[in-house]
Every structure is written in structure tokens, then in C-alpha cells.
């Protein structure tokens, strides 16, 4: 396992995080995805401890706060010391209060809240402080400077050491950035944000935006859905076992056509890797230079460990050519004029030196 800091904090975590969305039981478009008790999801945190993963994502919304109150729990039993995790967790999804439907103020980003959904969190993980509070979703009901004063309020009182959004556009997070600098508020030290190679629309505006303010990216989906698991082919849409969620649920969202490309070819360098398929996918990922970490959530031992093995699957410049070149994005304005209007600058200043060979 290697360890990354996380944008330009210094806050040291694992290549790979656990996730904790098959944590508990959820109903609605994502139960599928959940579904697992204490004890199953105790034992997949100790795989991951035991593998050098020391960092758990979480939010208050998955299993309806349900893989919260597993997570603390499972902690506890295992006699994990505080110290030794990384805990992450987010806000922003509707949350209803004492068991009843959310209402009006009961979601987005608003100071209400999210400073209601920290001590929430807290509550149920059984901890005094989270390592990073993330804001889950874009509320325009809300704005900015509300979201940003909130968030320093957190940090501020010690209950989240940093701060971090998910699913913004680039736009708004360049423009919180500006809001906490001109008020001297808590910064964004990460996003966490959807991200495959073969899915690679972020590479658009949020990548090089995240490069240029030293944000750490915390990958989502990263084997979008479960299609680059190995189990989906061009002929087979329902999986070699016809089985597996993305068959009945396709989410995120992929240009399928494009990807069965992209697929051929991790197929190829699995074989020569003598990986699977889904290592390879992950691999990949992890010699992004924007990547902080890299979220894998599993709900069996076996898939968990598939995913883990990641870290020693070595790809050559070659395999990562070929990959570039299957999965590259399609041109698309501004990128193809700024890059062209940028190419006689490229060279304009002298290479810095470097020692004779000898």
C-alpha cells in the first residue's frame, strides 16, 4: 500500500479508501448497492486495515445513516485506536429528524444544516471529530459564502480537522476557494468526484482546475459501476454469471459503445499482467497524477481483495499509452483552442538544467 497526501495538506492517506455504501440496508434507486450487516462489514474493515488502508469514507445519507452507526461500531469491536483511521464523511442529502420525512430544511448545504448533520454524524459514528467533512451535493438554494462560514464554524470547533465537497462543478469550487481566501475561512482540501478510464469527462475542467489549487481527488465509481469488473462484455451486458447491479442498474452513466474499446484492451493487459480486469481498471487510476485516493467498496472478501491487489499491478508506459489512446476524450471547445493557442508559449522559457550524464 502506498500513502498520498491529500492535495496540499498534510494529512497522509492510503492509495486506496474503503467506502462504506454497502454498509446497511437502503431503500430507493441505490439499495442494490447496500445490503450489509455488522458483522460482514466488520469483516471487510479489518481486510482493509490488515491490507494498509487507513482511510473509511462514509455519509450521513447511505443506509439512511445506517453505515455510520456500522462503521463507529465495527471500529469499536475491532479496538481500532482513533489514531490509526482516517475518518470521512459527508452532508448534503435530505436527512429527515427523529424519523420523519426531511422537510423543507432538511438537505442542501445551508449553516442549519450542516452544522445539524455533523453533530448527527458524530453521534452515530461514536467519535468526537471526523477527519474531513465533505458537503455531498450543489445546492443553489444556498450560497457559497453560507456553505463556506458553516464549514470554518466545524473546523473551527474541532469537529472536523478538514473540509472537502463532492459533485461541484469546477466553477464552483474555484469560486468557494475564492470566498474562503477573501474571508480567511477553512479551504477545500479535496473532491471527491467520479473518475474511470473510462469515464474520464473530469479531465475537462475539475483535473486541471484540482492540479492548479492543490486539491486532492477522492475517486468515486472508479470501476464505473461495476462495468469494468470483468464481468460485462460487448455480447454479454449481463455479466459472465448474468449477474451483477450495473445489469439492472446503470450507474454512473457510461458511453457503453466507447467503452467495450476500452475494456478490449484492459482485457488484453490483464492477460499479459496476469491481472484481473478490474486491477488493471484501478491501476490505472493510481498513476493519475491528480488521484489522492481511490474509493473501493466491495461486499464480499474476495472482491475485496481482487480490488486491494491493485496496488502491485505495475503498468508499463506502453499500457498506459494504449489506454490513452482507447479511452481519450472526443475534442471539445474551449480545450482544443486553448490548447492550440498555448503550444507557442509551451517552450518559451530555457529547460532548467540538469547534471551531466556521465
Keep these: 500500500m502506498r500513502y498520498n497526501r491529500l492535495g496540499s495538506t498534510g ?13 446497511g440496508s437502503s431503500t430507493g434507486r441505490f439499495a442494490a448497492i447496500a445490503g450489509l450487516g455488522l458483522g460482514e462489514s466488520t469483516a471487510l474493515l479489518r481486510q482493509s486495515l490488515d491490507a494498509g488502508i487507513n482511510f473509511i469514507d462514509t455519509a450521513n445519507i447511505y443506509s439512511e445513516g445506517r453505515s455510520e452507526e456500522i462503521l463507529g461500531q465495527a471500529l469499536r469491536d ?19 429528524q427523529g424519523g420523519k420525512a426531511p422537510g423543507p430544511n432538511d438537505a442542501g448545504m445551508s449553516r442549519r444544516h450542516l452544522l445539524e448533520q455533523i ?36 473546523v473551527s470547533s474541532g469537529r472536523a480537522r478538514y473540509i472537502g465537497v463532492s459533485n461541484w462543478a469546477a466553477w464552483q469550487i474555484a469560486k468557494a476557494l ?3 481566501e477573501r474571508l480567511n475561512l477553512a479551504r477545500f482540501a479535496s ?5 474511470t478510464v473510462a469515464g474520464r469527462d473530469l479531465e475537462r475542467e475539475l483535473a486541471p482546475m484540482m492540479a492548479a489549487e492543490g486539491l486532492g481527488l477522492m475517486v468515486w465509481s472508479p470501476l464505473a459501476g461495476g462495468l469494468l469488473s470483468g464481468k460485462y ?44 480486469v478490474a486491477q488493471v481498471a484501478l491501476a490505472w487510476l493510481l498513476y493519475q497524477p491528480v488521484v489522492a485516493t481511490v474509493i473501493i ?10 480490488n486491494i491487489g491493485a496496488c502491485a499491478v505495475e503498468l508499463s508506459a506502453e499500457d498506459l499509452a494504449r489506454l490513452d489512446k482507447a479511452s481519450a476524450l472526443p475534442a471539445e471547445y474551449p480545450g482544443w483552442m486553448l490548447a492550440m493557442q498555448g503550444a507557442y508559449r509551451a517552450h518559451a522559457a530555457s529547460p532548467r538544467r540538469v547534471p551531466l550524464a556521465e
Design 233 to 276: 462484455t460487448r455480447d454479454n451486458h449481463g455479466g459472465q454469471q448474468g449477474e451483477g447491479r450495473r445489469a439492472s442498474f446503470a450507474f454512473p452513466p457510461v458511453d457503453e459503445e466507447r467503452a467495450w474499446g476500452v475494456i478490449a484492451v484492459l482485457e488484453g493487459i490483464a492477460k499479459a499482467r496476469g491481472a484481473s
Design 178 to 180: 475564492g470566498v474562503s
Design 191 to 195: 473532491v471527491q468526484a467520479y473518475y
Design 78 to 96: 475491532l479496538g481500532v485506536p482513533r489514531g490509526e483511521v482516517i475518518i470521512a464523511t459527508k452532508a448534503a442529502g435530505p436527512m429527515g
Design 119 to 154: 453533530d448527527a454524524s458524530l453521534a452515530r459514528l461514536g467519535l468526537d471529530h471526523v477527519d474531513l467533512y465533505q458537503i455531498h451535493a450543489w445546492d443553489p438554494a444556498t450560497p457559497i459564502e453560507e456553505a463556506c462560514r458553516a464549514l470554518d464554524t466545524i
Design 297 to 306: 467498496g466491495a461486499k464480499r472478501p474476495e472482491q475485496l481483495a481482487d
Design 11 to 23: 494529512l497522509v492517506v492510503s492509495e486506496l479508501c474503503l467506502g462504506t455504501m454497502t454498509f
